[in-house]
């Protein structure tokens, strides 16, 4: 029994130098070969625009059928609501005012007759007029006019559906048998992947940030040494721990200067509001840079720049996401999945902790702030001219004027009868005198109406100028004290009130 092989997966093939070709004694092989190529080519893309033709007009002419098909159902209704011709007549009307600028894709809205609601027009439009003229031609009564132009309506609408079905119909087989044509033959467009590794190598683990602290102790490293005997042995080992001690100084001092930074991704991080457990869990997710050696430690260094900075709820935050890291690597392998699984479930006894962690952390973060603010300040060697309540339950506030005083100027209110109207007006020039005089940061800042930005900008000017500045807000009455006096908190007023204070006491002794 003879097994003979199957070609039949070889039929589809079309071959541009099948041997076949009869050829002409005038012409080479070569050029009759690139003229069937280019003859094959050029019907596979006739065909192709064929296809996508078709495929377009039976999309187009689908949307446009039902829509035909309602109003000849309308028109023909024998007991219609509204008259066969004023229904056409508002339809068309509307089509012309308000048309909408649905089309088919690749056709420009901005063109009415290649939109749906155009090509809509168009037709009623000839039915209409080849119904007016039918009733002229016909020489119709003006009575019977209306009901005529009505059933020329209808026939004609109800003709345009019978056809558009049929081109519908024609054009559907027409595709199916392009399409057949189509896939007679093998082209490049249908070759397609066989198999395909959908396999993907995980990401390398992320680097530690730059400057990252770590534990010295852990590190192993192996190194051959060369020992020498010596005639004091005890004098070279305390030389060398003596040198040791040296090197492990310097290291401290340089791991000390050197602090980490945030990268894009702890930055984008350190930005996620406090206590929105799920947005952090969801960029740790899509982020594994941010789980990395020395992460902590950076937003910390963020929190403390930015709380210098005066950036409190942005320090919070640093601090927020800083002790959210430290916590998930003390829970250990699993300890993102088991954090955040408590956290968002709303665990109570696990945020108390953790609330009560992060408040901790960043009230001491604030007073190590304030500290080193000050310790800045002592540093400089600047004095200052600061105003300070003498005690807690004095405030100081600024009566800012609003402008020169009026000319009618109307003395309200109690205790007022005794006062001169023109000394009243002398007092408030005087203060608006002294206001204009001031430099535009100061009268900013007392417009503001909050101390700390008075003492900001006192603190950048001289001691001179700034007691003469003080003197002229007590002159003017803008300088309002719950309780009177002004406190000089210079190093040289403390020095003169401490020396004051002992003279009293040994005086009174």
Known sequence: MSLSASYKKWDKLELSDD?????????????????????IHEKRELRKHTIAHLKAQIACNSVLLPRITDIANTLADPAPPVPPTAYFNSYVERLEKNPSRDCPPGNNPDKSEQTYDGMLLALLRKVGDDARVKVKEANTLESERDEKVAKYLA?????????????????????????????????????????????????????????????????????????YEVLNPKAVAASTSADDDDDEDEDEDEDDETL?????????????????????????????????????????????????????KYAKQCVHQSLLLQYCEKLGKDGVRVFFRKMVSGDPRAESVFV????????????????????????SGK?????????????????VPDGPPPENLVLEGPETEDLDV????????????????????????????????????????????????????????????????????????????????????????
Not at 285 to 296: F, N
Not at 360 to 379: F, I, P
């Open 260 to 312: 980490p930074d945030l990268t894009p991704s702890l930055e984008a991080f350190s930005k996620i509001p406090v206590r929105a457990y799920e947005k952090s869990f969801e960029f740790i997710q899509s982020h594994r840079d941010v789980i990395v050696p020395g992460a902590s430690d950076a937003l910390l260094v963020a929190a403390f720049r930015a709380q210098s900075a005066g950036k409190s």
């Open 422 to 509: 023109e000394e009243v007006r002398k007092a408030l020039q005087l203060r608006w005198d002294v206001f204009e005089a001031f430099p535009a940061d100061l009268q900013d800042a007392l417009k503001q109406g909050t101390l700390d930005a008075v003492n900001k900008v006192l603190g950048d000017m001289d001691v001179e100028t700034a007691e003469s500045i003080v003197q002229q807000l007590d002159m003017a009455g803008i300088l309002s004290f719950a309780e009177g006096g002004i406190r000089d908190e210079t190093d040289q007023a403390k020095a003169e009130r401490a020396a004051a204070g002992e003279a009293a006491s040994s005086a009174t002794t």
């Open 356 to 379: 009560n962690d992060m408040e901790g952390t960043y009230k001491h973060l604030v007073e190590r702030v304030n500290v080193s603010l000050k310790e800045q300040a002592s540093a």
């Open 383 to 399: 004095e200052q001219i600061q105003l300070v309540p003498e005690n807690p339950n004095q405030s100081i506030s600024f009566n």
């Open 155 to 227: 026939s004609g609408v109800a003709e345009h559906v019978t056809k558009l079905k049929e081109t519908i119909d024609n054009d559907t087989v027409k595709l199916a048998a392009e399409e057949k044509e189509q896939k007679k033959n093998i082209t490049s467009e249908d070759l397609h992947d066989g198999f395909e590794s959908k396999y993907a190598p995980p990401p390398p683990e992320p680097k530690p940030l730059p400057h990252a602290k770590f534990d010295k102790g852990k590190e192993k490293t192996k190194s051959t040494t060369t020992e």
């Open 19 to 39: 041997s076949d070709i009869e050829g002409h004694p005038n012409v080479d092989k070569k050029s009759l070969i690139r003229w069937k190529q280019r003859d």
